[in-house]
């Protein structure tokens, strides 16, 4: 805890010190003001006819950074909360700005907000991350600890400004008050779990369960308003990905959420609305859309192969004569009495969209103890990383990672190295105790001197490091079958070699994807279904 300032030590007696401000993040938005309230919607705005409007109340986990464009790398959850809700019936305005505390917020934001709330609106209140430090220096933001009806005189020593500090269930039956004035819904939640971790064995997330979870609880009981213990909700999550994955939910810090870790808290969010009884806020959210394809050729005791990639491993994959993936043909090669094969790459992808499309959640979400997850990516994971097809990672295998703007959207977006795409669905795929196995990319039909182009000193050797560094069989596809091909030209000429691909040098022939396919259902055999 800090220590009482000193102006403030003849009323030390009656009022709690502020709390220690443990993120020791520095943000400058509060001096930033004008240019925030450019960037934040004007509340209001967003409603059509006499609909209701969802208004949003946080901070920078809510809303990252001055813009909140994700410009820094970081995305609070408010940003994903309107794919969530049917726009015909609500709309969702983010009101939650960096750096802000339940105290600030209400001083210099909420009277700005508060005119664009009607009747039949709904405000959702997620405050507290901030409400630490000096209570009349610096930042100035601490609320005193608690929920009683203590205040606090205090002098800005910057700027002599004169204020009176509440505590922070104080401030949270403010805004509840208010927005019951208006004739609108208050409704509380916790705050978003940080990265931080209450065992050595990191295997407890730390929750905020006897200090802004509780407080915000006993308010919202206290005042029959909803509470959601978002807190709980993520911290669950977090604990049953682990420690490594949980890295990848955060960027920069501890406390700032990637795009991963913000979309994790939306769906957080959105559940606790969901099972929340009788909260007429959920009648207003699309309805959840359930996968009951993927993972459908499953039998009892019996795993499923998923594979997923790019065209070499789905394409066409219909007529004898046209362009075929080697996923498509590796049930013939085997024991269909013992796996299922179920083909969910897709033409044109890279690791990176893969990942962002959401085509990969849908094969996790799938995913059973014992089952085998091909992972074969490289095709179309070079050339441009923001502009074109937008879908290039950074080169190599290590943890490195950038902010690109991306030239068809405008969006911001983070984009790590070919390697580290690779281990998140190795991760991923580990968590739920399913098999990946990792495959360089299958060889192309490109010859220089009479030697077959080999990956093996970029992506394939990417593909080996993270293989070798996370402990998963390796499949060199591009070396095995690169060495038949090569075979083939040297003894029947390159007639028999282009036989294995159809219309240009890197899709495969029927006859290629079934080459392709032996080499990796006869190590599968041998590595992984040898038992």
């Known amino acids: 805890m800090f220590s009482i300032p000193q102006c403030l030590s003849a009323q030390k007696s009656r009022v709690a010190a502020p709390m220690e401000d443990r993120n020791n993040v520095v943000d400058n938005t509060l001096d930033s003001l004008n240019k925030a309230r450019f960037a934040r919607p004007v509340p209001g705005s967003s409603r059509k006819g006499d609909n209701p409007v969802l208004f949003l109340i946080g901070n920078s986990t809510m809303r990252t950074g001055t813009l909140g464009n994700g410009n820094n790398g970081q995305w609070g959850w408010g ?19 960096g750096g802000m505390s339940s105290r600030t917020f209400y001083d210099k934001l909420w009277p700005e907000v508060l005119p664009g709330i009607r009747k039949g609106d709904w405000v959702i209140i997620e405050l507290g991350h901030n409400d630490n430090g000096p209570y009349d220096s610096g930042r100035a933001r601490a609320s005193i600890p608690g929920i009683g009806k203590d205040t606090l005189h205090v002098t800005i020593k910057e700027t ?15 805004f509840i008050d208010d927005v019951k004035a208006r004739g609108a819904h208050p409704v509380l939640m916790s705050l978003t779990p940080r990265n931080a971790w209450a065992d050595a064995d990191s295997t407890v997330i730390e929750r905020v369960d006897t ?19 978002l807190n709980e909700i993520s911290a669950r999550k977090f604990e049953r990905f682990g420690k ?44 959840e859309v359930r996968d009951t394809v993927t993972g459908i050729s499953r039998k009892t005791g019996r795993p499923v192969v998923f594979t997923i990639g790019d065209s070499t491993v789905k394409n066409e994959d219909s007529d004898p004569d046209g362009m075929w993936g ?32 959401g085509r990969w959640n849908k094969v996790y979400d799938a995913l059973h103890p014992g089952d085998i997850v091909l ?46 795409y690779l281990r998140k669905f190795i991760m991923d795929a580990r968590e739920k105790g399913a098999i990946p196995v990792v495959i360089s990319h299958s060889p192309r039909n490109k010859f220089d001197n009479g030697l077959i182009e080999s990956n093996a000193d970029s992506f394939g050797a990417w593909t080996r490091e993270v293989a070798e560094s996370t402990g998963v069989t390796f499949i ?35 006859l290629g994807a079934r080459l392709n396919a032996s080499i990796i259902a006869d190590a599968l055999n041998r590595e992984v279904l040898k038992h």
């Open 244 to 287: 490594e994955k949980v890295k990848t939910m955060f960027y920069l810090d501890r406390i700032h959420t990637s795009e991963f870790g913000a979309r994790v808290n939306v769906e957080s969010a959105v559940e606790g609305i969901r099972s929340a009884k009788g909260l007429p806020l959920s009648s207003c959210l699309l309805p």
């Open 375 to 420: 992972i074969q990516f490289g095709h179309n994971d070079a050339g441009p990383v923001n502009t074109g097809k937008e879908r290039a990672e950074l080169r190599g295998a290590g943890p490195e990672s950038k902010v690109f703007k991306m030239a068809s959207d405008g969006r911001y977006k983070v984009v790590y190295t070919y390697g580290w």
């Open 160 to 174: 002599g400004e004169k204020q009176i500090v509440y505590t922070y269930g104080g401030y949270m039956r403010k």
């Open 476 to 510: 060199d596809l591009n070396a095995i079958a690169g060495q038949e091909l090569q075979r083939m030209a040297d003894d029947e000429g390159l007639k028999k070699v282009n036989a294995h691909f159809k219309r240009d040098h890197t899709h495969s022939s029927l």
């Open 211 to 229: 200090t802004f979870g509780l407080w915000a609880r006993q308010v919202a009981r206290k005042a029959k308003v909803p509470f959601i213990d």
């Open 326 to 357: 080697w996923g498509s043909v590796l049930s013939e090669f085997l024991d269909t009495n013992r796996v299922s094969v179920e083909n969910h790459a897709m033409p044109g992808r890279s690791a990176r969209t893969f990942l962002y499309e």
């Open 79 to 97: 940003c994903f909360m309107h794919e969530y809700f049917d726009p015909e019936k609500i709309t969702v305005e983010n009101h939650a700005l």
